[in-house]
């Protein structure tokens, strides 16, 4: 009998923590309970996320690319990581697109003169001074538009597209005014892209692809008026409405991914990245898209910091610029850190609002799935051991292509998109005690990743 | 053995019909089953009222007392009566309060430059020209502005106070700027008056009920914003806010009750009056307040004559006038028929959303309750049988004081706080079938109550 068993299983398991070649023979839950234990109930102990979450919100507001507030809001969480006690706080120069909204606004002339709840999509062009004021065109589909014919030209479109999916939904947004350009249109309207809504237009980012097609205006109208237009075009009424809109696209602008580290203590070069997005769409305050994510993952290593729980690879907090209109942080990262991607373990990432988590959503190989399946079942305390695979978030993106494994925070969906690029995406959408179990869903992932002997495999992912 | 019986249940049955001296032995729901059954189907049958409510609301908008719309839609109303085949159809006159909102706004100063969501409080004064440019306390309750004390004077008070019932919480609205005033406030806002908020401010009726007491401006704030306000304030932050309001109160202005009826064929003089408010507040629709109700009132009694169903009683449909900021409408209308008030049966309203009817509150004696509530059985098909003591409605409130029976519709209440008083107060949070169920509970109701041999006793309700 080996020495080890005749000492009994309390001194078994002793020993088995200071052996990592025995203990790998443990699955990882077993092996982790204690310290994922402690981190959750960190986590769910008190509101510090949240209320710093409330005070840069409070303090720096919407923090669109380009804009003092987001470059503010940057400058303030490096800050606030040093006084963390975090390691290598910096930030990392990308530059990133710079639009600006300008004023704007839409009326209704015919059959009513009254103001429409507008707004414009980001990256879209000016209206000429003065505006347009053109006769509408309601259409549900691009069959409908096909079939309208000759008449779209010199109108305007407006896509009255209920909302399904965001994927499926978010194309009108994305290609309306392409389409209604090449319709001969001369701005194209949205109904938002939301779930619900209470006269609370949507933003987003829309793209003008094709430079042989006129670039003309694209906003959206809230779900009630894009519904009320469609109504009365039903009647056979003539429909005419003024649009104004300031937008410019300017220069690119610098900005930065943030970033801090808790250093590895045996594999430093060795990589856990825990990430959410600072920038936001300029209305609201970009509380839920994507403030908590970016707060909840910071918190997640501010709370192993605390709790001295340090990993032997390095797990790095990276709160990244320009999500919304351009992805330029998670590019820049990308090309960055290049050489280093072959030893980024993980790239986690929340940007699904900080609600009720349920797991995660991974992209990766089979094998490293089933390891954090094991991790996973830690997270059997706060209800969120889903692991499973899913889409991807935006800015770890361009390292998943690569081959990074990679994870999404999957929680309760129901009202994201009543809120997202909204004004009503602010602090009170989101529950402390729901943000914590967020921040403890990552932290755990995160810390196992960075700590376990085994090291998950890379795979580049199938083109799509 | 008596000659009906023995011809056998079918000819007693028949022969009862037509004698109602044995007729009232039977229980109303047994007499009436086959009238409620029609109304119901042809209620259930089509989108008739919906349509008709999009229909006046894409085309003349929000109806406050004193607009242009309001009269506008006055007489589209009685205009279309007259098509449906209604008798008697003429407007009541009253005069109603005029108040107008004017250019307003809201800017927080400090401790970040940003616009607030607001909207003025019916009848507010304005600010000076160029606005109030003030330091803001913010207070949850009398008594911490009691605490607050002289620091109040020269101030704008926030009252941040939480949705509980709207009974409780409207106070703030209704008394909120007086408590303001007495502590020597320079203006007064309120969290808006909803159960939940996407940014969408809720006005509604302040009041100036002092005149010792110096009349300062009102206005109410985004749930969202107040609770920033709250927050920047809890952490020691300096708040400054800058607010416009052009409010004006002009001289009464003529309005009308819109009124129309099916003439009794027995009793012509005898009454039951069924009832919705066509006036709303100046944003949104008022599609849910109370476009729908008085729409669908309306219905229930086209419905009736569709169907060839002519009751005993007159059956009146009446349009109130000035139910948000005056009930002119409801007081004109008893002094109007102040001496027929004693024939008046039964005053139905409904003002609570054309939602999922659960049947209607009542006020009145409990005779009157009893045999209420053998007609409420008939609307067992649509699951709208409650029948229970409650509060009344404002428009047959006086004729309710004076003894006349009332009938509320008592529906799902769950959104109605989200919408009222707002922009987001439009068609489409309502759905057909369940304003269809709306229709047929307060036909049902109506017709039985008209037609029936007995008549609902008058009891003065107690003073409260």
Redesign the interface.
Known sequence: MHRLLRRGAPALLAALALAPHLAAQQPLDARYRDAANRLIGAALADSFAYNRL??MV????NRLSGSASLEATIDWAMEQMRADGLQNVHGEAVMVPHWVRGEESAELVL??A?PL?MIGLGGSVATPPGGITADVIVVGSEQELAARGAEARGKIILFDVPFTTYGETVRWRTAGALAAAKAGAVAALIRSVSSF????PHTGSMRYPDSTVARIPGAAVS??DA??LH??QA?GERIRVHLTMGARTLPDAPSRNVVAEIVGSERPDEVVVISGHLDSWDV?TGAMDDGGGSVAAWEAVRLMHRLGLRPRRTVRVVLWTNEENGTRGGQGYRDQHRGQLDRHMLAIESDNGVFRPNGFRFQGSDAALATLRQIARLLEPIGATKMDPGEGEADVGPMIALGVPGLGLDVDGTRYF??HH???D???KLDPQEMARCVAAMAVMAYVVADMPESLPHQVPAAR
């Not at 409070?58 to 507001?61: A, P, Q, V």
């Not at 809504?197 to 609370?200: D, E, F, V």
Request: charged share 25%.
């Open positions: 409330a005070t409070d303090r720096f507001g059959p009513r009254v709840h809504s209470m006269q609370n779900v009630e519904m009320m109504r009365m009647r609201g009543w809120y909204s004004s009503a602010t602090l009170d």
